[in-house]
């Protein structure tokens, strides 16, 4: 029996990294699976990969730019059409500038912004009424740490930790007003996890690897996707049931400073 059995699964950014792993994991566990991406054949060819290999999961790539409230609102009605329902979402499509605090432009700003908590809103406004129809839902947030604290936490991105304390506060706010439909809303807060983003950061900021290992003390000091897919995949099962409003941090020992 698997964890999600039963379930439909809404995975936003799921062609590569963190996302393409939550994916592959939920569908392993019985999850009926939709990941959306701004580049649908990139998505479409991670997923055949894996089908190859397990003919028996559901997973169906679908186009989407989580920044746009009319596609958000295609995404939640097309997975619905298709599966019957829409039990979970995982926001965790995401981008960085790299910008400090002197250095970001408006733009760059608005940019990172919008595509890391914007569409988290308009990603929960697309599918409670799917989840209020079936009288409950999970929707699981992919945070930071630098959406609890900043420094070496965002790689000195200005903008990234911006938005990812603007999620961890809307999550908490979505949160309490949801919790009366039983929709649970909550987020995960991972430090490194090794993905092509983290290898932006280090490119960008070449002396972190060494600061890492000695603020997250806990070897192998990043985490691989799988080990943070684990985290979300909690969140959207039963098993968190009593959860909401929660942060789940995964950081190899970080936050604990
Ligand atoms: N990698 C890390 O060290 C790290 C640390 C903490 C938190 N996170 C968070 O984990 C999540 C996944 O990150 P990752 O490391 O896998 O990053 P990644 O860059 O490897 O993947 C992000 C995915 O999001 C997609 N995406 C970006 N903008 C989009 C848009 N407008 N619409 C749809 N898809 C879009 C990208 O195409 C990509 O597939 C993000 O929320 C990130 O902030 C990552």
């Known amino acids: 029996m698997g964890r999600l059995d039963g379930k439909t699964a809404i995975i936003t950014g799921a062609g590569q990294g963190l996302g393409l792993a939550i994916a592959e994991l939920f569908a392993k566990e019985g999850a009926k699976v939709v990941g959306t991406g701004r580049h649908v054949d990139k998505v479409e060819k991670a997923f055949a990969k894996i089908l190859a290999e397990h003919p028996d999961y559901q997973m169906a790539a679908m186009q989407h730019d989580v920044a746009s409230k009319e596609e958000w609102e295609k995404i939640a009605k097309d997975t619905a059409e298709k599966y019957g329902s829409v039990d979970v979402v995982v926001n965790n499509a995401a981008i960085m500038a790299m910008k400090g605090i002197l250095e970001a432009s408006a733009e760059e700003f608005l940019n990172v912004y919008k595509t890391n908590c914007l569409a988290v809103m308009?990603?929960?406004?697309?599918?409670?009424?799917?989840?209020?129809?079936?009288?409950?839902?999970?929707?699981?947030?992919?945070?930071?740490?630098?959406?609890?604290?900043?420094?070496?936490?965002?790689?000195?991105?200005?903008?990234?930790?911006?938005?990812?304390?603007?999620?961890?506060?809307?999550?908490?706010?979505?949160?309490?007003?949801?919790?009366?439909?039983?929709?649970?809303?909550?987020?995960?807060?991972?430090?490194?996890?090794?993905?092509?983003?983290?290898?932006?950061?280090?490119?960008?900021?070449?002396?972190?690897?060494?600061?890492?290992?000695?603020?997250?003390?806990?070897?192998?000091?990043?985490?691989?996707?799988?080990?943070?897919?684990?985290?979300?995949?909690?969140?959207?099962?039963?098993?968190?049931?009593?959860?909401?409003?929660?942060?789940?941090?995964?950081?190899?020992?970080?936050?604990?400073?």
């Open 122 to 257: 308009l990603g929960i406004q697309a599918v409670v009424p799917y989840m209020e129809k079936a009288g409950k839902g999970s929707i699981v947030n992919i945070d930071s740490i630098g959406g609890l604290t900043s420094g070496d936490a965002d790689g000195g991105d200005s903008t990234y930790s911006a938005s990812k304390g603007g999620t961890r506060a809307l999550t908490k706010n979505a949160a309490i007003q949801l919790a009366a439909k039983n929709i649970r809303v909550n987020s995960v807060h991972p430090g490194g996890i090794m993905t092509e983003m983290l290898k932006s950061v280090y490119a960008a900021t070449p002396a972190l690897w060494d600061r890492v290992k000695e603020t997250c003390p806990l070897p192998p000091h990043v985490s691989d996707p799988i080990d943070i897919a684990y985290g979300a995949l909690f969140l959207a099962s039963d098993e968190s049931r009593s959860m909401t409003g929660s942060e789940l941090v995964m950081d190899c020992g970080y936050m604990a400073h």
